[in-house]
């Protein structure tokens, strides 16, 4: 079965329309950030909702402050895993998913997750701490 | 017409030796079977299903407890999805044993290769959508696996553009899984028995 060679021209062409109408469609599927609820962000919180030795936890934003001593610690509670929401257990956090456990401190205990949760930035004042997603 | 029409649906000669279960144990046959009644199951759950957030679990609670016959069509339309997958992949380990995938059939492998995750993609698409714990969590950790594909990044951006379990990544979910992958599904698998047709029934390599 012999078939016409396909002329340069064309295949130029289908080439061209091809690619601009990936780019259109691209476009058409990712619309401006800000459509839907984004982690990011800063989150306040009065000192006082830490309880002494314990942990709050806004699982809607998926952060932990920790209050240990005087120290306050932030932890970002994605899993370094494969995303999931940590859970802040009384020797630090665990994943429901693949259970992975974390120490007090966000470092590794138990896999498969490949790093220490994440800490987060945290500044302290009149008793409001706040909290800042990168 | 009508008669005609379905008349022409099956070929006007089969070999005996195609008939054989014990070379192919019918099993892309029993996919397509599987297809066939996801797609009627499908079609009458799209009635009450609602593609939103906030109400998806919720419509699905009113199925299962108020419509009569919902529970069924659902645990029918969950099963069929597995016994889809099951039998594709017994289908291609038999293609593969059988050395089927071979020079004259190499167009119906990569068709059936394509089937075969798109089907994949169909059952993940379709996971999320009564946005229940289980739902939200697989397909959370199923994005994070992407991203550590080559051009992971952008293929998640396209596929959940306010993360899962937002409005827009449950719409997209959602139009995957009851438009389009059916759509392209459809259209493959009828390239696929007109490969075999235009073949003349199976080739025996075995």
Not at chain 2, 81 to 103: D, Q, Y
Not at chain 2, 189 to 199: D, E, G, K, P, Y
């Amino acid at each position: 079965m012999a078939e016409a060679p396909r002329s340069r021209r064309a295949t130029l062409q289908a080439l061209i329309l091809s690619l601009l109408g990936g780019a259109a469609l691209w476009r058409f599927l990712t619309p401006r950030a800000g459509a839907g609820a984004s982690a990011r962000g800063t989150v306040s919180l009065a000192e006082a909702d830490v309880p002494p030795e314990g942990a709050l936890v806004l699982p809607q934003q998926r952060v932990a402050v920790i209050r240990e001593g005087g120290d306050f610690l932030a932890f970002d509670l994605t899993c370094t895993h494969l995303g999931c929401t940590v859970k802040v257990t009384e020797l630090g956090f665990s994943c429901p998913c693949h259970g992975s456990r974390f120490g007090r401190g966000g470092e590794v205990l138990k896999g498969p997750a490949p790093r220490a949760l994440e800490r987060l930035a945290l500044a302290r004042r009149d008793g409001i701490i706040r909290v800042t997603r990168a | 017409m009508l008669k005609e029409l379905v008349k022409h649906l099956f070929p006007r000669l089969v070999r005996e030796g195609d008939l054989r279960k014990t070379y192919t144990f019918c099993l892309g046959g029993l996919a397509f079977t599987s297809l066939l009644v996801l797609t009627v199951t499908g079609l009458l759950l799209l009635f009450y299903y609602s593609p939103a957030p906030q109400t998806a679990h919720a419509s699905i609670q009113f199925l299962e407890s108020d419509v009569w016959g919902g529970a069924y069509l659902r645990s029918l339309h969950r099963l069929s999805s597995h016994a889809l997958l099951v039998l594709l992949a017994l289908h291609t380990l038999r293609v593969i044993l059988t050395g089927a995938f071979l020079h004259p059939k190499k167009m119906n492998w990569i068709v059936g290769c394509s089937l075969l995750f798109l089907a994949i993609f169909a059952a993940y698409t379709g996971y999320l959508l009564p946005m229940d714990q289980l739902a939200y969590w697989a397909t959370q950790t199923g994005m994070e696996l992407l991203r550590a594909l080559p051009l992971g990044d952008a293929l998640r951006a396209l596929l959940v553009p306010d993360d899962v379990g937002g409005p827009l990544s449950l719409l997209r979910f959602y139009a995957l899984h009851v438009v389009i992958v059916p759509a392209v599904m459809f259209v493959l698998t009828m390239l696929h028995f007109f490969v075999i047709r235009r073949q003349k029934g199976l080739l025996p390599y075995l």
